[in-house]
């Protein structure tokens, strides 16, 4: 299995502020995903982080407000940009290998 | 209709019983099927793969149904430990993303 580390743990920002999540993975995975989960709620995906390129992003989630990095095979970067009350979640970033998903320990951000 | 559903229970069973839960999938052609454990304020982590011919680890059964479309997870002799919520998690074919149930929370009592 592999191991991601994922930083911060946890913060409270301010509005109209930017926070950058980071995840690094301890080997080389296939895919990373960036997910978003309110309480009590499943996983949503947010994008996938394409090495080398643009992120592909789901439904409802753009480049301008997630705006992700993934230089490598191994680390990866989320922004929540613009902060808004409704952007407090928990996110988590996924590494992918043999088609078993492993998650970093999560992001709670609380917007105030 | 969701991609992936299950009963959000909560289930609360004594320690010792068996507690067994379902999980419906929409897209007939997935080809990989997953359990994953969430605990409170932690992130998911792989419990089991489900495969065809149905598996199992431990105190731990998984079950997959092709033609009704749903697998299934079955508990013998419940701990306290196994409190958490159990997520269905399914790959749809030729992607690698994956589409998670919202979960089925246990509860184990002493």
């Known amino acids: 299995s592999a191991v991601i580390s994922q930083k911060p743990s946890r913060d409270i920002c301010q509005r109209g502020t930017s926070l950058t999540i980071q995840c690094q993975v301890d080997?080389?995975?296939?895919?990373m995903f960036w997910y978003r989960q309110q309480p009590g709620q499943s996983l949503t995906l947010i994008a996938t982080?394409?090495?080398?390129?643009?992120?592909?992003?789901e439904s409802g989630f753009v480049i301008d407000k997630f705006p992700i990095s993934r230089p490598n095979l191994t680390f990866s970067t989320l922004t929540v940009s613009n902060m808004s009350p409704e952007d407090s979640s928990i996110y988590l970033c996924?590494?992918?290998?043999?088609?078993?998903?492993?998650f970093g320990q999560g992001t709670r951000l609380t917007v105030v | 209709r969701k991609e992936v559903e299950q009963d959000p229970g909560p289930f609360n069973v004594p320690e010792g019983a068996t507690v067994a839960f379902n999980c419906t999938y929409s897209?007939?052609?997935?080809?990989?099927f997953f359990w994953y454990r969430q605990d409170c304020r932690k992130e998911p982590k792989l419990l089991m793969s489900?495969?065809?011919s149905g598996n199992e680890d431990g105190r731990f059964t998984a079950q997959l149904n092709r033609a009704s479309q749903y697998i299934s997870l079955l508990i013998r002799d419940s701990k306290l430990s196994d409190s958490a919520t159990y997520l269905c998690?399914?790959?749809?074919?030729?992607?690698?993303?994956?589409?998670f149930g919202a979960g089925t929370t246990v509860t184990v009592r002493a």
């Open positions: 897209n007939s052609a997935s080809q990989s």
């Open positions: 489900v495969y065809s």
């Open positions: 998690v399914v790959n749809p074919p030729n992607d690698y993303k994956l589409s």
């Open positions: 982080a394409n090495q080398g390129s643009e992120a592909t992003y």
């Open positions: 996924s590494g992918v290998r043999d088609t078993e998903a492993f």
């Open positions: 080997s080389q995975v296939t895919m």
